[in-house]
């Protein structure tokens, strides 16, 4: 089986891009402006994430390499790494779970790992994956951006509200009114309508992927984080958006506390650009091309993550895909967007909050142990 070679891809955006990238800048910084009055919790929240459901401690355990094409950064030699883990909703937005949609974020921060990363901050030794739970996404140029991004801030009342549904559908699939019908956007919108109709999640025993493009040293890869073998079983009762305002956390509590949990670090190399796209996020690579192998397992102990300060201390760290070893650097046009965005809206949102923008050293920094 050939692998895409990394040295291979073609990164040139077009001249527009970086008058198209400041425009989805400016308007993601609006909307955290405004977060601070529109979502009544008297601070501006993160334009997408806004939900922590939990902050939790972990250990990334690498795995003695099988094959070499995956000895690849990181994943070159076992290694054990602390980390922490903040689950959260997909939307940008701080409600009940029944007012939410399904998407949920998986975001974890790895500590001590060796060398420099791709931001520009003192080398604090870390590394962020920002996963969810969907292998696609919604948007896949800077251009499409600019209008999706505020289309996405309407969600999910504009789906709900029958009188806007249509209206909000055609200035998804046209952006706007811009695109003739040949280039309409199907795609992007069956990645953002798939989501739609799934049950709120069990966060422990749910899959989650990277959507983007990543480099996987000489290689291109997209990983997803999958509950391992032998972890425990689902809880058989789904979660009732009606239980309460907020059941995924209180699931999360309860399934963490009862057990430990293990996950499966796994990275799907590209083996052919045409049928696994890098600048179309859109649709999934197909697994008969290319398995996913299990590179390293997340290790997730029986934890008390009640504390009220908990929900506080997971709105303080920020994540970021590009926060990360040159080896394993975000590839494809979304995720050039992808860092400016989670760049500026996590630098605005501290300052408007008042919090000091560190990178932490360890997982104490961020979570320390329940006594």
């Not at 955290?32 to 250990?59: D, I, M, N, P, T």
């Not at 789904?238 to 059941?247: E, G, R």
């Not at 949990?261 to 859109?282: G, I, K, R, Y």
């Not at 605005?348 to 008042?354: K, V």
Request: with cysteine.
């Amino acid at each position: 089986m050939g692998f895409v070679r990394y040295d291979d891809l073609d990164t040139d955006y077009g001249p527009d891009f970086e008058d198209d990238l400041a425009t989805v800048v400016a308007e993601v910084e609006r909307t955290v402006h405004g977060s601070v009055e529109a979502e009544g919790e008297g601070r501006a929240v993160r334009f997408a994430h806004a939900k922590a459901y939990g902050l939790l401690r972990a250990e990334v355990q690498v795995l003695p390499p099988a094959d070499p094409a995956y000895a690849q950064g990181l994943f070159a030699s076992p290694g054990h790494y602390p980390a922490v883990i903040r689950y959260s909703n997909g939307l940008g937005h701080v409600r009940p779970d029944a007012r939410l949609g399904t998407a949920c974020g998986m975001a974890i921060k790895m500590f001590d790992i060796p060398g420099p990363s791709l931001t520009d901050e003192p080398a604090a030794g870390t590394m962020d994956y920002n996963l969810i739970n969907n292998p696609v996404f919604f948007a896949n140029t800077a251009r499409d951006y600019v209008v999706l991004a505020r289309l996405f801030s309407q969600l999910p009342d504009a789906l709900a509200d029958r009188s806007q549904r249509v209206a909000w559908l055609h200035a998804f699939v046209t952006r706007d009114g811009e695109l003739p019908p040949e280039k309409w956007l199907w795609d992007e919108l069956l990645a953002i309508l798939s989501q739609q109709a799934r049950p709120l999640p069990h966060l422990l025993h749910t899959t989650f992927w990277s959507m983007g493009a990543v480099r996987h040293g000489e290689y291109v890869a997209k990983v997803r984080v999958a509950p391992a073998t032998g972890t425990p079983a689902a809880p058989a009762r789904p979660v009732d958006p009606l239980s309460s305002a907020h059941p995924v956390r209180a699931a999360l509590l309860e399934d963490v506390a009862s057990a430990d949990h293990v996950f499966d670090l796994q990275v799907q190399l590209c083996t052919d650009l045409t049928a696994m796209p890098v600048e179309n996020t859109s649709v999934p690579w197909p697994e008969h091309l290319s398995p996913f192998v299990t590179v390293a397992r997340i290790i997730i102990p029986a934890q008390d993550v009640s504390a009220p300060d908990n929900l506080d201390r997971a709105d303080v760290p920020s994540f970021t895909p590009w926060r990360t070893p040159e080896e394993h650097r975000p590839v494809g046009q979304i995720q050039e967007v992808r860092r400016r965005v989670y760049e500026r809206s996590s630098v605005l949102r501290h300052r408007l909050n008042g919090q000091v923008r560190v990178e932490p050293r360890d997982q104490d920094d961020v979570l320390p142990p329940a006594p």
